[in-house]
Antibody, heavy 122, light 113 residues
Framework: EVQLVESGGGLVQPGRSLRLSCAAS????????MHWVRQAPGKGLQWVSG????????GYVDSVKGRFTISRDNTKNSLYLQMNSLRPEDTALYYC???????????????WGQGTMVTVSS | DIVMTQSPDSLAVSLGERATINCKSS????????????LAWYQQKPGQPPKLLIY???TRESGVPDRFSGSGSGTDFTLTISSLQAEDVAVYFC?????????FGQGTKLEIK
């Protein structure tokens, strides 16, 4: 069974850091690009960051550039999101998402994890 | 960046009737090099992650019932549910994935009338 399981969310104060992890199983991890997509409570979907199959191409939404870093470890079938200088507006459910192909753009997202909640508040 | 706008924001349809959701992109997501529209549709039920329904604007994902169909090209797209079932109550999102950043519509909430 294809599965993505996120972890690492929680309550954090503004300005602090958090590292999200995503464990993938049931597919050949290094054959696919991966993404993080977030959803604020009661709101829509916002793409946060994506990484291609070999980490050679990475992208971020403007609002997190310089603060968030996406990475992957293909030997561990894992995806990560290091989040620094967190702001209240980063509060959301963060989904780990599998792309339908190798590249971080030009393909739809076919598998979504259940998400991990990040709350930024003092 | 490409902005995606869905209409309507919410929709109530009787069981067995047709439901139609529209999505408009601020610029074309059609590429003549491969004759493809970089447009997907997702369904999100309460408390669940989104589920891919349609990609390349009209290709149904494996396992998706054939009452779901996608159409359109360029900047205007439509998701149609031909005969609404109770389990189709959800929020539906369109997404363009033609470049970085990809972007989603604001969502359309579909309910039973």
């Amino acid at each position: 069974e294809v599965q993505l399981v996120e972890s690492g969310g929680g309550l954090v104060q503004p300005g602090r850091s958090l590292r999200l992890s995503c464990a993938a199983s049931g597919f050949t991890f290094d054959d696919y690009a991966m993404h993080w997509v977030r959803q604020a409570p009661g709101k829509g979907l916002q793409w946060v960051s994506g990484i291609n199959w070999n980490s050679g191409s990475i992208g971020y939404v403007d609002s997190v550039k310089g603060r968030f870093t996406i990475s992957r470890d293909n030997t561990k079938n894992s995806l990560y999101l290091q989040m620094n200088s967190l702001r209240p507006e980063d509060t959301a459910l963060y989904y780990c998402v599998k792309a339908r192909g190798l590249y971080d753009s030009g393909v739809a997202f076919d598998i979504w994890g259940q998400g991990t909640m990040v709350t930024v508040s003092s | 960046d490409i902005v995606m706008t869905q209409s309507p924001d919410s929709l109530a349809v009787s069981l067995g009737e047709r439901a139609t959701i529209n999505c408009k992109s601020s610029q074309s997501v059609f590429y003549s090099s491969n004759n493809k529209n970089y447009l997907a549709w997702y369904q999100q039920k309460p408390g669940q992650p989104p589920k891919l329904l349609i990609y390349w604007a009209s290709t149904r994902e494996s396992g998706v019932p054939d009452r779901f169909s996608g159409s359109g090209s360029g900047t205007d797209f439509t998701l149609t549910i031909s005969s609404l079932q109770a389990e189709d109550v959800a929020v539906y999102f369109c997404q363009q994935y033609s470049g970085t950043p990809c972007s989603f519509g604001q969502g359309t909430k579909l309910e039973i009338k």
